[in-house]
């Protein structure tokens, strides 16, 4: 049985979807202990997913006509049918969150450098934290366990037990 955490269940799911957005794209996130024993168990299950189908792609031999006139075939690399499914449920399970500018970098060097990526949390999801958490799952021989809770006691005003959960 969930917990209802006092709000309604579409604010519940938003909520969730918030959090387990964040912790992906920032590794880290402090929160109530409550909320994040949810949101253990709802992140976990999307990394999962994304273990189990990251390496389904598909090459493609494709002839294209280049500035020249001459015929070149190109290797193109798609997701498979497993992959794309995942990825579809991911990206509605998820909010998607953008790429932020890094410090003192030109505009034009973000944009040649976020040109390609339209979803980035998802493309991390796949490329960083499930190649990753295999590797682990592999050496261990164990699934699951990717998210840890740190309990940091009550929050100063309204006494809840706070706690830090991150990806370990």
């Known amino acids: 049985m969930p917990r209802k955490l006092g709000v309604t269940s579409s604010q519940r799911k938003a909520m969730l979807r ?8 920032y590794g880290k ?4 202990e409550a909320r994040a024993k949810e949101t253990r168990s709802y992140t976990e299950k999307l990394i ?3 273990i189990n189908t990251y390496t389904d792609n598909v090459e493609t031999q494709k002839v294209e006509t280049n500035e020249k006139g001459k015929e070149v075939t190109i290797t193109v690399v798609k997701d498979g049918v497993k992959k794309l ?5 991911l990206m509605k399970s998820l909010f998607d969150l953008q790429e932020v500018r890094a410090f003192k970098e030109k505009k034009a060097d973000f944009k040649k450098r976020t040109a390609d990526i339209n979803h980035p949390l998802i493309e991390k999801i796949f490329n960083e934290i499930a190649p990753k958490y295999a590797e682990r799952k592999e050496e261990l021989g164990q699934g699951g366990g990717y998210t840890r ?11 809840a037990e706070v706690a830090i959960i991150e990806l370990i």
Request: with cysteine; net charge positive.
């Open 18 to 25: 918030n959090l387990a957005s964040d912790l992906l794209w």
């Open 29 to 32: 996130i402090e929160t109530t």
């Open 48 to 50: 999962t997913l994304a």
């Open 85 to 89: 499914a995942a990825r579809r449920k």
């Open 149 to 159: 809770i740190l309990k940091c006691g009550p929050r100063k005003g309204d006494a």
